[in-house]
T-cell receptor, first 110, second 109 residues
Framework: DGGITQSPKYLFRKEGQNVTLSCEQN?????MYWYRQDPGQGLRLIYY???????QKGDIAEGYSVSREKKESFPLTVTSAQKNPTAFYLC?????????FGPGTRLTVL | GQQVMQIPQYQHVQEGEDFTTYCNSSTTLSNIQWYKQRPGGHPVFLIQ?????EVKKQKRLTFQFGEAKKNSSLHITATQTTDVGTYFCAVGTASKLTFGTGTRLQVTL
């Protein structure tokens, strides 16, 4: 089955630790995205990538980093510099306009 | 980037009642997309509107793009409990979307 996988579904970390969230897609999509969603809020764009080895900052990139070494993979690192990292993180990919989302990772920083 | 206002923020209806959410922009939009997110789930694409005044239907859902391409609406006729969730509009280019704040719909029997 084609789709986007994110792991893990729930993640707990201590304050001050970096953490990497996984996102893999087998849809052969060129573009991939990372969004952050806080309770009762919309989606805010963190980073996006249109092609392998290239990515751009979104609206809230501070405290986050990404890499795009393979077309299928777009991992997101939440660094200790992110002031309020507890949130629901969603990865998406697209071929044209429609975006396909993964199931998300709920990150809780204790 | 582009900004969109979405209203209402929340609506609670009895099953069988109609529901409408609106998305408004201060600038002319090239297109607008609508997504649905079930509680605890991820957003799922519903539709994209491109033409001025365009109206598209999906069963009980009716989507409309304003004549000036600055606003859009999603109307659900005779809501069902399966319609529960948050409905988002999204605007922007193919490479970068900006999502509205969403309208959360609660349906009770």
């Amino acid at each position: 089955d084609g789709g986007i996988t994110q792991s893990p579904k729930y993640l707990f970390r201590k304050e001050g630790q970096n953490v990497t969230l996984s996102c893999e897609q087998n849809l052969n999509h060129d573009a991939m995205y990372w969004y952050r969603q806080d309770p009762g809020q919309g989606l805010r764009l963190i980073y996006y990538s249109q092609i392998v080895n290239d990515f751009q900052k979104g609206d809230i990139a501070e405290g986050y980093s990404v890499s795009r070494e393979k077309k299928e993979s777009f991992p997101l690192t939440v660094t200790s510099a992110q002031k309020n990292p507890t949130a629901f993180y969603l990865c998406a990919s697209s071929l044209y306009n429609e975006q396909f989302f993964g199931p998300g990772t709920r990150l809780t920083v204790l | 980037g582009q900004q969109v206002m979405q209203i209402p923020q929340y609506q609670h209806v009895q099953e069988g009642e109609d529901f409408t959410t609106y998305c408004n922009s201060s600038t002319t939009l090239s297109n607008i997309q609508w997504y649905k997110q079930r509680p605890g789930g991820h957003p799922v694409f519903l539709i994209q509107l491109v033409k001025s005044g365009e109206v598209k239907k999906q069963k009980r859902l009716t989507f409309q793009f304003g004549e000036a391409k600055k606003n859009s609406s999603l109307h659900i006729t005779a809501t069902q409990t399966t319609d529960v969730g948050t409905y988002f509009c999204a605007v922007g280019t193919a490479s970068k979307l900006t999502f509205g704040t969403g309208t959360r719909l609660q349906v009770t029997l």
